[in-house]
């Protein structure tokens, strides 16, 4: 990529930059999201997101150039990708990374294209449209023979002042009167940027957010929001053989998704595809991942139920959607699936589960401040060699019964102080449950 973008050490300088402005803009952006469903979760998926970016671009040589950093960096946006606005930036991050050798706004205009690909329905009034206004502004200052420091800052401007014009052009967000949650993080992300190319001191700014306050939480009085598709479904394929491999599967999953729910988004990599799809029926989700011939693994969790900081495993789309109903993160591990991609999918559950966007507000921030303790509840999914050690692992959870019991029993904190057991999920009903001990730390 042309210009400073092209040095490995201004996009470092970028993730440096961006991650801990999106820990601190995560709250005030969940707080907004109420496109596709009000979840309250784009800021924390944002953030979970690019965190495995960041992870994966650390894991590179010091003196990697920009091509080889913009490469790992959509690389690990894609195996860390969590919900709709996830596996859009992953896509986003993918445009970037395939326009290396463009100029700056050329590149902006790249990702915003590709982000729009990676939507199945795409609609305008979100992220998507303030995407494609950014890159235009960025464009038209460059044409003015401004560097690209300014064209980004340009660019980053004027969306956000369209942010509001553009996000009442949404139904949904006009009805709720806010802006779009995906736009504020994209928004956050590319004021990161600028401030690297720029080599500007201190932190990011984020307060402009507060102009865009929510009236109440996301999710507020909107519990039949979901209406059908009750469940998300983010699933990680792998695909063998040759370069355009992930690009057919992808093809194939976004129409076989998209005929078993909505908010469908489909993203290829090098040998990867992300998909995101909201259902009433996980286990038909799991049909779609199943025929598509690429190995998977995928998380299932309600849509605006109740969640607990608690990974369970299954094999099964029926017990995974009575896992979430009961507040876990559930995690479809099918038959076959290698020892170390069960344990990474399960690895990014944990990290998924560690801040349930859902629970109670002393639950939630001390996740946030690593304090959360995660259970969980292998099943048959999981062999002893393949347990961390720093999960919580109760005894009997060994099969879909017993991994149903063991949810069931679980005193999880609620608030500062305490505890609720709650009600067993109701379907599917085990017929031989064995009766959970007291969780202790599992050992390798």
Known sequence: MAGRLGDGGVLRDWLDRAVPALEAARERIDAVNVFPVPDGDTGTNVLLTLRGAADEVAALPAGADGATVLRALARGALLSARGNSGVILSRYLGGLAGAASASLPDALAAAAA???S???E??????????????????????????????LGAGVAAGRADLARISAGHPVLRSARVVDAGACALLVLLDALAAALAGSAGPVDVAWLDAHDAAEPAGAGAEGAAGAHGYEVVALLRVDGDAGGAERVARGLADALAAVGDAVAVVPGEGLVTAHVHTAAPADAAAALGASGARWTA????????????????ASGAVAAALADGGA????????TPAGEARDAVRRATQEAQVPVHAAGDARAAGAAG???????????????????????????SDDAGVLASLA???????????ATPAA????????????TTPTEARP
């Open 371 to 397: 304090q959360g303790t995660v259970v969980v509840l292998p099943g048959d999914r999981l062999d002893a060699a393949a347990l961390d050690p720093g999960w919580v692992v109760p005894a009997g959870a």
């Open 329 to 336: 993160v559930a995690v479809l591990l099918p038959d076959g």
């Open 299 to 314: 998380t299932v969790r309600t849509l605006l139920g109740a969640a607990r900081p608690v990974v369970a495993c299954t």
């Open 122 to 151: 795409p609609e305008d009034g979100t992220v998507l449209t303030v995407a494609a206004v950014v890159a235009e502004a960025a464009r038209q200052e460059a044409a003015l023979g401004e560097g690209e420091t300014a064209a």
């Open 425 to 436: 999920p109701t379907t599917p009903t085990p017929t031989t449950p064995t009766t959970p």
């Open 118 to 120: 990676a939507v199945a």
């Open 114 to 116: 590709a982000a729009r």
């Open 409 to 419: 029993a679980l005193a999880v904190p609620t608030s500062a102080g305490d505890t």
